[in-house]
């Protein structure tokens, strides 16, 4: 019942700090939070970009710009788009303590009268029918995942001071 992306780190250091978070620890769940708000801006510039043509998903046809008046791919309401912020309509984010990752992706929550935001986000993120693969979640950027790290070592140290 995957809806996305899961992150999660295997690292001697990292075990360590994930046994005192999630043994009743703030320092976790912020961390994931975090994490998630950094993911999802990251891939809604991306959906952003894409949108307006200047990235990698296939442009529209022809005929559907005329019909629309744009060449803007995948804009028409914005509410998948915005389903990439924490807590958005449409948002899907879990936090699994356990393995300290989160998995982010969209809810099953109604988009529309026929389709949720989960089943439409499927059908651009793998292409189906008259739609070309689009998609919206995607590995994390370089400057997203070094924010990340950094996000990290923030918390191991505010930890690490709560501890002594």
């Known amino acids: 019942m ?7 780190v295997n690292d001697k250091n990292w075990k360590t700090f994930v046994g005192r978070v999630t043994n009743g620890g703030s320092y976790g769940k912020e961390l994931l ?11 809604q510039r991306k959906y952003v970009k894409n ?10 046809k022809k005929s559907t710009a005329k019909a629309k008046g744009n060449n803007l791919i995948l804009v028409e309401t914005g509410k ?5 912020q924490l807590g958005g309509a449409g948002n899907f984010v879990e936090f699994i ?14 988009h529309d009268k026929k389709l949720s935001y989960n089943k439409l986000a499927r ?4 292409g189906k029918g008259n739609n070309p693969v689009r998609e919206i979640l995607e590995p994390p950027s370089p400057q997203a995942l070094k924010q990340m790290i950094r996000a990290t070592q923030i918390a191991m140290k ?4 709560g501890l002594k």
Do not use: C
Not at 2 to 8: D, I, Q, R
Not at 36 to 42: E, H, R, S
Not at 80 to 84: G, H
């Open 2 to 8: 995957a809806k996305g992306v899961t992150f999660n």
């Open 33 to 43: 939070r975090t994490w998630a708000k950094i993911y999802l801006a990251d891939q």
């Open 51 to 60: 949108s307006r043509g200047g990235g990698q998903w296939p442009a529209i």
């Open 80 to 84: 998948l788009r915005n389903a990439l």
């Open 97 to 110: 303590m356990s393995q300290m990752s989160v998995q982010v992706g969209f809810s099953d929550a109604k």
């Open 123 to 126: 059908i651009h993120q793998n």
């Open 158 to 161: 505010r930890m690490e001071a």
